[in-house]
């Protein structure tokens, strides 16, 4: 059947008002980039990747950056990852305790520091474990709880496959996340729709699909080719929110200069509210290269963007590319 991406879905019991869900976005989806993605359309947002372990030793950062949640971002799900189930539970019911609507479970994510912990990718090999993971992270928050994961960890596994089985029939989990691409691919290679397929056509529970979109084309094939319940952006998000609004019929074409200028000055007001004005002069470094992508700067005035040392610098730098915008 095909789906469209306004149509309105339910997991566990939460009503999403359309198939576009905002990845977990690691180092990056804190809360305004979540109301950012809200603001531009998407349905469901998924937070950045939290230790539980930091959550039950109420660690001072991880609690005041990573649990703060907008008012106007709901639904919103919190992502989780760690290997221990009793500490899983206890993170699970600060989190709901945090005001969060779902908790999603990272047991795909491939990077070392991660895996070595028993985290992760590293669940894909020790099934038993994930699913005793995923039912104290429902028993603990009395919300509904998804798995992110991907095929396996190496080409040709399907424990991933296997294991969302188990998690549906005995974790009770209200849906899965399913990256199709197998671990050590990281980003890389081309991802396995019909894979994610056969997924959907075997368990009884929602999957969203993730990997790939970097275009509005992309992701509409990629809820078609899948079947899947809904689509997750991830990098193809990054700097452009108006790809939320596109695929949702909102709004045709590109943003223009004066929108994106407008955007990013918005961006650059939330982290300082989040981080204060110092962190986040250095944190937005990371953001600044997506919009002056964004703006088809030439060399010389995206390297000024990128490299602003502060806050007060980027706003310089934005006055002065729309005074020029002006007087061209």
């Not at 108006?242 to 007001?269: H, K, M, N, T």
Request: hydrophobic share 45%; glycine share 10%.
């Amino acid at each position: 059947m095909t789906r469209s991406l306004n149509d309105p879905w339910n997991l566990g019991g939460i009503e999403v008002s359309n198939r576009l869900v905002l990845a977990p976005l690691a180092g990056i989806g804190n809360w305004f980039v979540r109301l950012q993605a809200k603001r531009h359309g998407a349905g469901l947002v998924v937070s950045e990747m939290v230790s539980s372990f930091g959550i039950k030793h109420g660690n001072e950062r991880t609690v005041r950056e990573f649990l703060r949640i907008h008012p106007d971002e709901h639904p919103v799900s919190m992502q989780l990852f760690g290997h221990d189930a009793s500490v899983m539970a206890e993170a699970a019911e600060k989190v709901a305790a945090a005001g969060a609507d779902a908790i999603d479970l990272n047991m795909g994510c491939p990077v070392r520091k991660v895996m070595k912990t028993g985290a992760g990718a590293a669940l894909l090999d020790d099934p038993d474990k994930a699913v005793a993971i995923a039912i104290a992270a429902r028993e603990g928050s009395g919300l509904p709880v998804t798995v992110k994961l991907r095929p396996g960890r190496l080409p040709g596994d399907r424990a991933g496959v296997d294991l969302a089985k188990r998690l549906v029939d005995e974790a009770g989990v209200a849906g899965i996340a399913f990256h199709p691409r197998h671990a050590s691919q990281q980003h890389k290679g081309k991802p396995d729709y019909a894979l994610a397929a056969e997924l959907v056509e075997a368990i009884d529970v929602p999957v969203v699909v993730s990997g790939g979109m970097l275009s509005d084309e992309s992701a509409l094939h990629a809820l078609e080719a899948s079947g899947a319940e809904a689509v997750m952006l991830a990098r193809g998000s990054f700097g452009n929110p108006w790809r939320f609004e596109r695929l949702l019929g909102l709004r045709e074409g590109e943003p223009s200069r004066a929108e994106v200028l407008d955007e990013l000055r918005w961006v650059i007001d939330r982290a300082e509210e989040h981080l204060g004005v110092e962190r986040a002069g250095r944190y937005l470094r990371k953001f600044y290269p997506w919009y002056a992508e964004r703006l088809e700067l030439p060399k010389p005035a995206a390297h000024e963007l990128s490299t602003a040392p502060t806050t007060k610098a980027a706003r310089d730098c934005l006055e002065r590319l729309e005074d020029a915008a002006v007087a061209a």
